[in-house]
């Protein structure tokens, strides 16, 4: 740019000609000039994609809201488009009333629109025993931020007449071929949960869950059941499939840890990070998510030097309970090696442990719920590559 740049003196042809009509894409796309910007698979990591993962660009993306077309996707087996004048919703077991709904009858029902992250268990998963994957994409990319519309689960027990006496557990059934089932305690479903139809504004996505699933804010998304078909209120732990067998964690001493469910306190530098490289010295802004799944972040202090000192970043708002928190902070890069890290503390004033920590307790060998501090190098070159710090 500058004398003499053609970009300036030259007049484009977007300036001299008519461009092109309304409704050209009836339904909007985005620039031919961010077609980089896309969900992921990881080679290798499953057998067959449609029991798989493909990953959220968190290094492309701006304040907390995730676009629909860009939300992480996890399917047992595969997603489907059902058509929802035939989709049914029953809820049965320990209620007076079971009753089977159509999405018409859900749809008429009070309902609430709520900004939640959804985070999958299993995120930053590859990351326990050493440095695995080259960017945030990979290492993070199983998070998103959406709004959510449907009607509270508690409006959908009260209408059924949930026995309160008896009942203590609530079990969410799929309508896709994997027969995912996952529970949650019954005070639990009458806090916040959403039975949601909508996201980000338009009805869900057929990925994530349409006509119908279930939103549990700041649990692990294995329990946010999409295509949701079913309700059924019981007095008992069931130990679903789901819960016995899989999400669970091999502990250090041998045993597995069961019942996990809440998405503790995490952040994550977005950008400067794996994969990027600076463009020479000077000033940055660095830029990151930060959330929990027992309320608000409360500060985020981010370090340049591995840890050794550390700064409060500014946070951005809304500031919302079990929703992705943006933050920011200045940083003058001088050129020399640098390792940047981001630290969060949430409303109940836990504090987002260091890796050496959190395997000091949970060892090498679990999947879920990783939350460590993450480190990002910035080499002389300018090049940020992932690595562990102890
Ligand atoms: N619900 C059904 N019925 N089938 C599934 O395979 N996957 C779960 C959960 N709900 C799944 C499901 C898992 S493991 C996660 S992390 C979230 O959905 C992912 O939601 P998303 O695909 O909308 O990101």
Redesign the pocket.
């Known amino acids: 740019s500058g004398a003499g740049d053609p970009n300036i003196l030259v007049l484009p042809e977007h300036s001299r000609t008519l461009g092109k009509p309304v409704a050209t894409h009836p339904y909007g796309q985005p620039s031919q000039y961010e077609a980089n910007l896309q969900r992921r698979e990881s080679p290798g990591l499953t057998r067959v994609g449609a029991a798989s993962v493909s990953f959220t660009p968190l290094q492309g993306l701006f304040g907390i809201i995730t676009p629909s077309g860009l ?7 595969g997603w489907h488009d059902i058509d929802p004048a035939k989709h049914r919703f029953m809820i049965n077991g320990l209620v007076n009333n079971p009753k089977v709904y159509t999405m018409d009858d859900l749809m008429r029902m009070p309902s609430v629109s709520r900004m939640h992250f ?1 985070e ?2 299993a995120n930053t998963a590859m990351e326990w025993g050493n440095v695995a994957v080259p960017s945030v994409q990979y290492s993070h990319g ?1 998070l ?1 931020c959406s709004e959510f519309t449907g009607v509270p689960l508690s409006v959908l027990l009260e209408d059924c007449g949930v026995d309160k006496r008896r009942a203590k557990v609530v079990l969410a059934e ?3 071929g ?1 027969s ?1 089932t996952r529970t949650m305690s019954l005070e639990r479903a009458l806090d916040d949960v959403i039975v949601a139809w909508a996201m980000n504004g338009e009805m869900l996505r057929p ?3 349409y006509p119908l ?1 279930l939103v549990v804010p700041g649990v ?3 329990s ?4 949701l078909r079913r309700i059924e209120v019981g007095d008992q732990p069931y130990a679903t499939k789901d819960e016995a067998l899989h999400y669970i964690d091999a502990m250090p001493d041998g045993t597995f840890r069961q019942y996990t469910s809440i998405q503790e306190c995490k952040s994550v530098i977005t950008t400067p990070s794996a994969g990027q490289r600076l463009q020479g010295t000077g000033y940055y802004n660095i830029t990151g998510l930060a959330w929990s799944g027992r309320g608000k972040v409360k500060r985020v202090d981010v370090s340049v030097d591995g840890g050794r000192n550390w700064r409060t970043a500014r946070l951005e708002t809304p500031l919302l309970s079990k929703c992705l928190t943006r933050f920011n902070i200045d940083w003058e890069w001088d050129g020399t090696p640098a390792v940047l890290q981001s630290r969060a503390i949430d409303e109940t004033g836990y504090v987002q442990p260091k890796i050496n920590e959190l395997r000091a307790v949970r060892g090498t060998r679990s999947i879920y719920h990783n939350n460590a501090i993450q480190s990002w190098q910035v080499a002389q070159s300018g090049e940020v590559s992932n690595v562990q710090v102890y």
Do not use: L, P
């Open positions: 939300h992480f996707e996890r399917h047992h087996q959804i999958c268990g199983m998103s799929g309508a896709d994997s995912m990925e994530h869950g699933r692990q998304g294995v946010w059941v999409k295509w």
